[in-house]
């Protein structure tokens, strides 16, 4: 199972961007999928994460501004980013809590897996 992030880039502040990600492979069922930042010098930072059916939870500071969303036909998690501001300016990865089964055996397995970052840079 593989996570593929696309999007980001440099923008002005107040601007907006969009990331995806999907997830591909022997995929059983998604359940948790989120997104994290990591500034340069800080630690990495839940941003926002979703729920399979749909329930969201936002980081304080994006609150009002950041709309995470999925298709889950797609195995697709989305992140909206609006009013950006010079300190969103981080690597961003996607995250996602991935059940695969072994169809010989009917084993569940779970992994959490991560999706290569991509540099979101918000210029004053």
């Known amino acids: 199972v593989q996570l593929q992030a696309s999007g980001g880039g440099l923008v002005q502040a107040g601007g907006s961007l969009s990331l995806s990600c999907t997830a591909s492979?022997?995929?059983?069922?998604?359940?948790?999928m989120g997104w994290y930042r990591q500034a340069p010098g800080k630690q990495r930072e839940l941003v926002a994460s979703?729920?399979?059916?749909?329930?969201?939870n936002y980081a304080d500071s994006v609150k009002d501004r950041f709309t995470i969303s999925r298709d889950n036909a797609k195995n697709t998690v989305y992140l909206k980013m609006n009013s950006l501001k010079p300190e969103d300016t981080a690597v961003y990865s996607c995250?996602?809590?991935?059940?695969?089964?072994?169809?010989?055996?009917?084993?569940?397995?779970?992994?959490?897996?991560w999706g290569q970052g991509t540099l979101v840079t918000v210029s004053s």
């Open positions: 492979g022997s995929i059983f069922r998604i359940d948790d």
């Open positions: 995250n996602a809590y991935v059940l695969t089964k072994e169809v010989a055996t009917d084993t569940i397995s779970a992994w959490n897996k």
């Open positions: 979703i729920t399979s059916g749909g329930s969201t």
